[in-house]
């Protein structure tokens, strides 16, 4: 037993080397032990991304380069301790303690690109720009919280660089250098160009065309002014088309995406930026990011795109173009009640133009729009109202056309319909469903019956002579002037008695505000079953 013993000993202890190396290389460890070489020589080369640096980096496996980001990041306290207590109250000498003060960062910055373990003199420029890459991505990390965290971050730095008042030094041009040089925006294969400005770049449309940058420090700095106040310095402002091309590029990073559609959906909802936003093509982009499966960005782009085509032709016009009604229809199946109700809202904008109703029905969204009304088929788990008002309106807008209406038909809408009316209790999803039963009636005289068939009359009864709402109310009184176009009809709501209830309609509603609404509709019933 002793030799087979020793050979399987041999062999476990095989698999938990590899399985050490194999950490080494990775972050998802499953031993406690990881083969020391490989780690500190990763990081010495700064072979890590950020998320790595995290976990290396916990792990005692720091980069001998680290005593220089800590000068680096000491230095950095020292320029804003210089700008006065509005700035910071922390002091250079607190942090870092057993490590030099170097006043200028930029002479660190330089010492640790020129510190390539493995290059000389003799290396191609190549290897060397993708070292002082690495270097720029190093010091970010180290800046953005590691280090200092209580004092230090891209945040903090984007605050004093956008800053006018209270600084006493020029903080704000230095820290806007060191934020450039974090973002290290350079075109695809080419040299990192200090000297220039972030703006210049942006305004370059060959280097625009393919370029790369830290985008986990963009997409920190989509969280501040930073980027609005120095893509927009000059003219032509910068800051949409850049926003634009992030959209646009292939192979911009999820997080990435977030912060800047994160940021059009603040900006959208100022009329100012609206218009400008949808002239520079914003609403094309955005669109075409809706075949995403990632439902926190879909329910950014949703809202984005709500605000971009409310009341603005050109934008809806855009999005029927990019096929977005079939997206949007297409992800109205998840069951996310936030992201629902923004897809229903967005359809809603969308045919509220006439013209482009045709394009949406066409893609699908009817049938959609429907399921979105029925109960839900889970016990004890409700459907959202806030998501049915929201499918209610968009399905009103598109059944104001005939083919339409056949469709939402066919769909069971108004059965649908009828038993949301009598189980809700929101007076607003009422409100809706009746105004979508009146739509559903128009020149549909088996619709009519069908409403009357599902008892709709006396309940329709019962809100009018009791409510005070006035949509509500006109949408019921709506929808039994046009069931009163058949005449069987209208003699079953005469034995309702519905012609005794107007009465106390109009004296309820004279003075009501918005009460000429409901007495218009008063009059024309009046009439029909006299």
Request: hydrophobic fraction near 45%; glycine fraction near 4%; charged fraction near 25%.
């Amino acid at each position: 037993m002793g030799a087979p013993q020793k050979i399987l000993d041999e062999v476990t202890e095989l698999e938990e080397m590899i399985q050490k190396i194999l950490d080494s290389v990775s972050p998802l460890t499953t031993v406690r032990f990881f083969d020391d070489t490989i780690a500190t020589v990763r990081a010495n080369a700064l072979l890590l991304d950020e998320d790595s640096m995290a976990w290396f980096f916990g792990h005692g496996f720091e980069p001998y380069h680290m005593s220089g980001a800590r000068a680096f990041a000491k230095s950095i306290v020292h320029i804003l301790q210089n700008q006065g207590p509005s700035v910071t109250k922390e002091s250079a000498d607190n942090i870092e303690k057993d490590t030099l003060l170097i006043e200028d960062p930029w002479d660190i910055i330089t010492d640790l690109e020129e510190d390539a373990p493995g290059l000389d003199l003799n290396s191609p420029e190549f290897y060397w720009e993708c070292w002082r890459e690495k270097v720029s991505r190093f010091l970010a990390f180290c800046v953005d919280g590691y280090l200092v965290p209580e004092t230090l971050s891209i945040k903090s730095l984007a605050e004093v660089a956008t800053k006018t008042e209270d600084l006493i030094g020029t903080g704000a041009e230095e820290c806007n250098r060191l934020i450039e040089y974090f973002i290290y925006l350079r075109a695809d294969g080419a040299p990192f160009q200090r000297d220039s400005t972030l703006y210049d770049k942006v305004n370059s449309p060959a280097l625009m065309a393919s370029f790369t940058c830290n985008e986990r420090v963009l997409a920190a700095l989509f969280e501040t002014e930073y980027l609005d106040v120095y893509l927009n310095e000059q003219e032509p402002h910068q800051m949409i088309p850049f926003m634009n091309n992030l959209l646009s590029r292939r192979n911009t990073t999820i997080d990435l995406l977030m912060a800047v559609c994160a940021h059009i959906a603040v900006m959208s909802a100022e009329s100012s930026y609206r218009s400008e936003l949808v002239r520079a093509g914003t609403v094309r982009h955005l669109t075409r990011l809706l075949n995403t499966t990632y439902q926190p960005l879909l329910l950014i782009l949703a809202q984005s795109l709500v605000n971009l085509t409310a009341e603005n032709s050109q934008a809806k016009i855009e999005f029927v173009k990019e096929s977005g009604g079939r997206f949007a229809s297409a992800s109205l199946g998840v069951h996310n009640v936030d992201l629902e109700r923004a897809l229903c809202s967005l359809l809603k904008n969308i045919v509220s133009q006439e013209d482009l109703i045709p394009s949406v029905r066409d893609e699908g969204a009817i049938p959609v729009l429907v399921k979105k009304l029925e109960a839900s088929k889970v016990q004890g788990v409700l459907a959202s109202e806030a998501v049915q008002t929201a499918a209610a309106s968009a399905l009103w807008n598109l059944c104001t056309d005939a083919e339409s209406r056949d469709i939402a038909t066919s769909a069971g809408a108004v059965r649908v319909c009828s038993e949301l009316f009598q189980k809700c209790r929101s007076e607003m999803l009422k409100a809706k469903v009746a105004a979508l039963l009146m739509v559903l009636m128009v020149k549909h005289d088996k619709n009519k019956l069908h409403v009357a068939e599902e008892k709709m009359i006396p309940a329709f009864a019962a809100i009018i002579s009791s409510s005070s709402n006035v949509d509500l109310v006109r949408g019921c009184l709506g929808s039994l002037c046009v069931m009163g176009m058949l005449d069987d009809l209208a003699e079953e709501m005469k034995r309702e008695a519905i012609g005794g209830l107007l009465e106390n309609i109009q004296a309820r509603f004279e003075r009501a505000k918005g009460g000429e609404k409901v007495l218009g509709f008063v009059t024309t019933l009046s009439n029909m079953l006299t």
